[in-house]
C-alpha cells in the first residue's frame, strides 16, 4: 500500500513536465474560477469522495496500460501501436492529476491510498494470452462502460469546473475505447498455433470480468431498478450519477457496445455469459427486495 501524491515539489523540472501532459487535450480547466464556498459542505466531501475514488482507479489504468506497453513486443505489434499506448498513458496520467487536482480545488486534497496487488486484474497461462484477456477486459470493456458514464455524467453536471473537468476525461475515455475495438479486433485474429486454446481461455473468462465490472459499477439491481429511480441524485452535481444512473449507463453499455463488439470480433460466447449476468442480478435483486427494505 502507498499514498498517491499529486506533486514532488512545484519548482521541480519534473513537475512542469508533469503538468505539460497533465493539460486538457482540447479546451481548459479554469480552477482559478471555482468558489468552493457556494457550495454546501455535504456536496463539496461527497464530491471530494467521488474524485478520490476516481484518481485510485485512473491511477489503476495508468499502472495497467504501462505494464501492458511493456507486452505489446510479444505480440509483435507494429511500432504504431506503442505511440498509441504512450499517448493512453498520458492521457491516464492528466486523469489522475485532474481527480486529485479537484479534491484541492473542493478544499480537501486528498492522498487516496493505493494497492499495488489490485492490479492484475488476470492470470493467463502465457504473456501473449496475457495480453490478449487484458486488452479485452480493460479497454472492449472497462473503458467502453466508462466513456459511456463518463458522457452520462457530463450531461448530468451543473458545476462549470466540474464540466471542464468531466469533458476533458470524457475526449480521452472515447479514444480509448475506440481504440480498445480496434485492437481487440486485431488480437482476436487468428495468429499461430495457441490461438484456439487462448481464445477459448478468454472466453472462459467473460463470465467473470463481466461480474468483476457489474461489481466496479456498483450494479447491485437488475435493469427494472436501474430503470425505476432517477439517473442523477438531488444537489449540485459535480460530474456524477445516482447508483441506479451507473447500473443503467453498465446495462445500456453492455446490450448496445460490449456484448456485440465482443460477439463481432469473435467471443460468441459473451452472449451466454451476459444472459447470466442478468439472471444472477435478478435473483440478487429479488433477495434485496425480500430482505432489505430500503431497496422495496
Ligand atoms: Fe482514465
Ligand atoms: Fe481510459
Known amino acids: 500500500m502507498y499514498r498517491l501524491e499529486r506533486c514532488s515539489g512545484d519548482d521541480l523540472a519534473l513537475h512542469r513536465e508533469h503538468l505539460a501532459i497533465a493539460r486538457p487535450r482540447q479546451g481548459e480547466v479554469h480552477w482559478e474560477r471555482f468558489d468552493p464556498s457556494g457550495y454546501p459542505a455535504e456536496a463539496l466531501d461527497a464530491a471530494a469522495a467521488l474524485y478520490a475514488h476516481r484518481a485510485v482507479q485512473e491511477m489503476h489504468s495508468l499502472a495497467l496500460f504501462t505494464e501492458l506497453a511493456a507486452q505489446l513486443h510479444l505480440l509483435g505489434a507494429p511500432l504504431d501501436w506503442s505511440g498509441a499506448f504512450a499517448r493512453m498513458i498520458a492521457d491516464e496520467v492528466r486523469h489522475t492529476d485532474l481527480c486529485l487536482r479537484m479534491c484541492e480545488a473542493l478544499g480537501r486534497p486528498a492522498r487516496p491510498e493505493i494497492d499495488p496487488s489490485q492490479l492484475h486484474l488476470l492470470s493467463a497461462s502465457s504473456p501473449r494470452s496475457h495480453v490478449r484477456q487484458t486488452i479485452v477486459a480493460a479497454f472492449c470493456i472497462g473503458e467502453t462502460i466508462s ?96 447508483e441506479a444512473g451507473y447500473a443503467k449507463a453498465f446495462f445500456d453499455g453492455m446490450e448496445e457496445d460490449v456484448v456485440p463488439g465482443l460477439v463481432a470480433i469473435g467471443l460468441p460466447e459473451a452472449e451466454p455469459a451476459y444472459e447470466a449476468l442478468v439472471r444472477s442480478l435478478a435473483l440478487r435483486d429479488e433477495c434485496h427486495t425480500e430482505g432489505t427494505p430500503e431497496r422495496a
Open 147 to 242: 466513456g459511456r458514464m463518463f458522457r452520462r455524467a457530463l450531461r448530468a453536471t451543473d458545476v462549470p469546473l466540474a464540466r471542464e473537468v468531466v469533458a476533458a476525461i470524457v475526449t480521452d475515455e472515447t479514444f480509448h475505447a475506440e481504440l480498445g475495438w480496434e485492437l481487440g479486433a486485431l488480437l482476436m485474429r487468428r495468429d499461430g498455433p495457441a490461438f484456439d486454446e487462448e481464445r477459448r481461455e478468454l472466453a472462459a473468462r467473460l463470465p467473470f470480468l463481466f461480474s468483476h465490472f457489474a461489481g466496479l459499477c456498483q450494479v447491485t439491481g437488475d435493469r427494472a431498478w436501474a430503470l425505476g429511480s432517477p439517473p442523477v441524485d438531488e444537489g449540485p452535481n459535480f460530474g456524477t450519477l445516482s
